[in-house]
């Protein structure tokens, strides 16, 4: 297994080259992820970077004892861990376990990174996942839409003095609702306040209505507003283009390989929305939930697959409107045929539950 020496990090690291080895009765999977001999897990918010995840732990001795002399290794099931991927030269996606929400590094050429979307339940991964990619400085901090899970860690930023970018539609819709969302996601974790003295709601504070360009030393981004009338997943809905590298970040327009929260959108108006998407161009695609996808081929199929669970879904959801079909079927109807393989699946429930009650939580 080949071991690269990494550069640019401040100290010597080593670093696992990016492949996965299948072996008979096991699979190791090598994350693009670099570790110091000194290494540890941070303990704050149960962050769980490893290098490596065994399907298997019944290794050859001689290859586990040749593993762990590289490096610290990880024994948790592969899918409680997040996973830096390396999705170009210059990008890194933090993808979410189980279908949590995916974070995206762009690395520019002087070390300053430009950071898509934060959590600060999820901080300490946020930074580590900085840190092993060796920037230097987060130099904007970009929100693709106003939920809690992509903008929370706003004011952590802000208080160390980046620049936060939002649409107009997302600010818009912090200000009528993040208030209340922000203490209702929180309330299960008070001791986020304690951790972060004055922690609040914070909104960007760079603005553009419908698309707008951000420049770093080797780094283009075009983004572009695509909340069709205001309102699609949410009513910040934004895309990234990395011009020099063609890589598309799609934000919670897309999910991929998991059951897609609906209960904050509008349905139709997030079809409309998708179907441009099927003629960008890219190279590399990061969902805002679920794996990375490689090739515009690629990603016009899983935007296809978006876009016929949403037609199918808001059809059955008008069935029982009109009383033609039960919660219940339409339930177990997304959790069949094609619809089996995907992750997330209590999803499904509470976006029916929404759709009866219009409560979201």
Same mark, same amino acid.
């Given at each position: 297994m080949p071991v690269k020496q990494a550069s640019g990090f401040g100290c010597s690291i080593r670093k696992l080259a990016f492949t996965s080895l299948s072996l008979p009765r096991a699979e190791i999977q090598i994350n693009p992820i670099a570790l110091d001999s000194g290494y540890r897990r941070p303990r704050r918010n149960g962050v769980q970077f490893h290098v490596l995840n065994f399907c298997d732990s019944k290794l050859p001795r001689s290859l586990k004892s040749q593993l762990e002399s590289h490096c610290r290794i990880g024994y948790l099931p592969r899918s409680m861990e997040s996973e830096v991927k390396r999705v170009s030269n210059s990008v890194y996606g933090v993808i979410g376990p189980e279908g949590a929400t995916n974070f995206?590094?762009?690395?520019?050429?002087?070390? @300053?990174?430009?950071?898509?979307?934060? #959590?600060?339940?999820?901080?300490? +991964?946020? =930074? !580590?996942? $900085?840190?092993?990619?060796?920037?230097?400085?987060?130099?904007?901090?970009?929100?693709?839409?106003?939920?809690?899970?992509?903008?929370?860690?706003?004011?952590?930023f802000s208080q160390r003095g980046v620049p936060i970018v939002g649409s107009a539609g997302c600010i818009g819709a912090m200000e009528a609702d993040g208030e209340s969302d922000f203490a209702c996601m929180l309330k299960p974790m008070p001791e986020l306040y304690d951790r972060f003295s004055g922690l609040r709601l914070t909104l960007p504070?760079?603005?553009?209505?419908?698309?707008?360009?951000?420049?770093?030393?080797?780094?283009?981004?075009?983004?572009?507003?695509?909340?069709?009338? @205001?309102?699609?997943?949410?009513?910040? #809905?934004?895309?990234?283009?990395? +011009?020099? =590298? !063609?890589? $598309?970040?799609?934000?919670?327009?897309?999910?991929?390989?998991?059951?897609?929260?609906?209960?904050?959108?509008?349905?139709?108006?997030?079809?409309?929305?998708?179907?441009?998407?099927?003629?960008?161009?890219?190279?590399?695609?990061?969902?805002?939930?679920?794996?990375?996808?490689?090739?515009?081929?690629?990603?016009?199929?899983?935007?296809?697959?978006?876009?016929?669970y949403l037609e199918d879904f808001h059809g059955n959801l008008l069935e029982i409107k009109s009383g033609r079909k039960s919660a219940d079927e339409v339930a177990a109807h997304m959790m069949s045929g094609a619809y089996s393989v995907l992750g997330k699946t209590r999803m499904v429930q509470r976006n029916i539950n929404q759709f009866l009650t219009g409560k979201r939580y």
């Amino acid at each position: 297994m080949p071991v690269k020496q990494a550069s640019g990090f401040g100290c010597s690291i080593r670093k696992l080259a990016f492949t996965s080895l299948s072996l008979p009765r096991a699979e190791i999977q090598i994350n693009p992820i670099a570790l110091d001999s000194g290494y540890r897990r941070p303990r704050r918010n149960g962050v769980q970077f490893h290098v490596l995840n065994f399907c298997d732990s019944k290794l050859p001795r001689s290859l586990k004892s040749q593993l762990e002399s590289h490096c610290r290794i990880g024994y948790l099931p592969r899918s409680m861990e997040s996973e830096v991927k390396r999705v170009s030269n210059s990008v890194y996606g933090v993808i979410g376990p189980e279908g949590a929400t995916n974070f995206a590094i762009l690395k520019a050429n002087d070390g @300053g990174a430009v950071l898509i979307d934060a #959590d600060i339940r999820r901080i300490d +991964e946020v =930074e !580590e996942a $900085l840190k092993l990619t060796g920037c230097a400085k987060v130099s904007y901090l970009v929100n693709t839409h106003e939920h809690f899970h992509h903008t929370s860690a706003n004011f952590y930023f802000s208080q160390r003095g980046v620049p936060i970018v939002g649409s107009a539609g997302c600010i818009g819709a912090m200000e009528a609702d993040g208030e209340s969302d922000f203490a209702c996601m929180l309330k299960p974790m008070p001791e986020l306040y304690d951790r972060f003295s004055g922690l609040r709601l914070t909104l960007p504070d760079v603005v553009f209505a419908d698309a707008t360009k951000l420049t770093l030393p080797g780094v283009t981004l075009h983004l572009k507003y695509c909340a069709e009338r @205001g309102h699609s997943h949410s009513k910040g #809905d934004t895309t990234i283009y990395f +011009e020099e =590298e !063609e890589v $598309l970040i799609a934000g919670d327009l897309l999910y991929t390989e998991v059951h897609p929260v609906t209960f904050f959108g509008n349905i139709p108006n997030w079809l409309t929305s998708i179907k441009p998407l099927f003629e960008t161009h890219y190279k590399q695609l990061v969902p805002g939930h679920g794996p990375a996808v490689e090739g515009e081929k690629q990603g016009r199929a899983y935007f296809k697959k978006m876009y016929d669970y949403l037609e199918d879904f808001h059809g059955n959801l008008l069935e029982i409107k009109s009383g033609r079909k039960s919660a219940d079927e339409v339930a177990a109807h997304m959790m069949s045929g094609a619809y089996s393989v995907l992750g997330k699946t209590r999803m499904v429930q509470r976006n029916i539950n929404q759709f009866l009650t219009g409560k979201r939580y």
